[in-house]
């Protein structure tokens, strides 16, 4: 076990370094087409509810895709970190409108708690496989909250060095439907 601890950590550090290390330029040619290909699948998939984390650092920008989705009318619903791994989920009403959480993500502000069906997650991480397995950031946030949702379409979101053969798994992992990149 010592020895999948390390390996995700050794990972993660590599994965964030390349990230923060990307070229702004490149990373915005990437994030528009990671932000095109998401809005074909969640219209294909008549996706009336999306959950979407709001990005930090050097993470795929979906911003613009959110502000897309706004005024077609399409409900957003953004994650709050709670204790005990927990995800609130906020309506998001406008991407100007955030406050700062738990491990310098961010989360709508002033905003109502969403309780109702999701059909589409829009889900970060650090690594991603080819079996749609994911690596986050190590606190099991996502996991724990999307072993809640069985039945709701997946996708991963990450840049194309950020996919690699295979991500080090556990039983609690949960695997995505598709990895956009």
């Given at each position: ?18 990230r ?18 998401l ?34 009318g ?11 791994r ?11 409108d ?75 992992d ?8």
């Open positions: 076990m010592d020895s999948l601890i390390t390996e995700k950590k050794m990972l993660r550090n590599t994965m964030m370094q390349e923060d290390n990307m070229p702004a330029a490149v990373k915005a040619v990437y994030d528009s087409i990671i932000c095109d290909r809005e074909t699948l969640i219209q294909e998939r008549d996706a009336r509810v999306v959950h979407s984390y709001l990005p930090m650092g050097s993470e795929v920008d979906v911003f613009p895709l959110l502000e897309y989705l706004l005024s077609k399409i409900t957003i619903v953004s994650p709050k970190t709670m204790p005990a927990q995800l609130e989920n906020l309506v998001l009403h406008s991407i100007t955030l406050e700062t959480g738990k491990w310098g993500t961010h989360h709508p502000a002033n905003s109502t708690v969403y309780t109702g069906v999701i059909d589409f997650f829009i889900v970060p991480g650090l690594a991603f496989d080819r079996h749609h397995y994911r690596l986050g950031y190590g606190k099991g946030y996502y996991d724990t909250h999307l072993a809640t949702q069985p039945l709701v379409y997946k996708a991963g979101v990450c840049y194309p060095f950020q996919v690699i053969d295979k991500v080090p798994i556990e039983t609690h949960v695997q995505l439907d598709e990895v956009i990149y």
